[in-house]
């Protein structure tokens, strides 16, 4: 704990500039390296409890060369087992993930092992070796079973961790887990979910989002919106980022903005128009509808505190008569939450209290310049009203289109990256802060590897 102690307050200043060198995006030692020290030893978000609702329903998480079952054993909250997705007799994985597909996912009495037949319960334990005698008493229970990996969950979703010693998720989870519990992510449910392998380190994918320093150049139609500076905080591991919001405006006004134009009532229902269309994230139909009603229902002249207050309470009431009831965040909290959160190193969380949309990246192999990125927005549903989804393999000009805008930068920041003119990134000190706070995080996985350098000291 001494190391990560001196780790967390070196994060903690993160005011300064930085410079960070283009290794840990590019080096294929480093790529290589960070399957042990860095994929092996954190908690990973490796799918939602909804997945599995029912005893033995399964689903497998792939990280660099290591796959893990999840399973659900009981009825209980917590009764969900992880194992490393290996037969313990000669090796093989035990559940192919199937070709073109993110992960594999189904419902089992058993796990039976397509070689020999060794067969495992939903506790891990073997219950079938053909011909055991031949082993002459020699096999134990230790060695027939299938490995535990460490479990947990929070937020709705299933964390794992490789490390047997690591800590516990509940620590390693704070202070984001704190911050998020008022907005009840764990009630929201999925509206569409995409993967993607992409041509970029998995930071790349990662970083593209965990900024608003970004908007203008990359996003310009939003600028038509209006313009809240944003600010990036280190957080220990974590970091998230936010808006500050203009005064007076009410609940979750920092993620739910207003347009910020000349009558607040069209420029919100353009923004939320332009957002549903385009995004399709970050907003609910019921928003949206009750954005398109604000010129109709508000007099002219407005002033934006009062058409975000109709907005918000209006919705919220339709919302709460067709049985979705939005938590209630004191709004000093809201700010202070900001839009979304980087749990390190690889999820980011943004959140609201009726919709969330979330990014992860993983490393493809060990290849540093290919990451498999997916991308997933949550709202809240009348119960047992959510849809259907699966993980859809999506190229880019299926994705909304303001994502791709995103997208557009990665390969060719990683390209760049490459170029032996680059002199490493220099993360903006105030809008940026994420950026630096992953690295200086990653870098006490590394033995200090890619740790990002004071330009000025
Ligand atoms: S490798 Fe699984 S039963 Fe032989
Ligand atoms: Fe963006």
Redesign the pocket.
Known sequence: MGEMGKIVEQADELAEAVNIPAEAYISADYARAEKDKLWRKVWLQAGRIEDIPNVGDYITYDITDDSVIIVRTGTGADDIAAYHNV??????K?IATPAGQRNARGSRRNFI??????TYELDGSNSFIEHEEDWQGCLTEHSTSLGKVNVGSWGGWVWINLDPDCMPLADYLEPASSMLDPFELQNMRTRWRKWVVFDCNWKVAMEAFCETYHVAATHPEFMEFGQFRGWGRNQGLHSHIGYEAPKGQEEDAAKLRLGAGEDPRITTAEMQNFTWENANTNTTRTLVDVANRLKDELPEGTPAPEVSKYWLTTARQIDEDRGVVWPTVDPMHTAKSGTSWQIFPNQQIGHAVNNMLCYQARPYGDDPDKCIFEAVVYELYPDGGAPETEWEYTECPDWPPVLQQDFDNMAQVQLGMKNAGFRGAQPNPYMERSVASLHYNLARFMDGAGAPRKIKD
Do not use: N
């Open positions: 037969c313990p007799h000669r090796g093989r035990l092992c397509g070689f020999h037949g060794w």
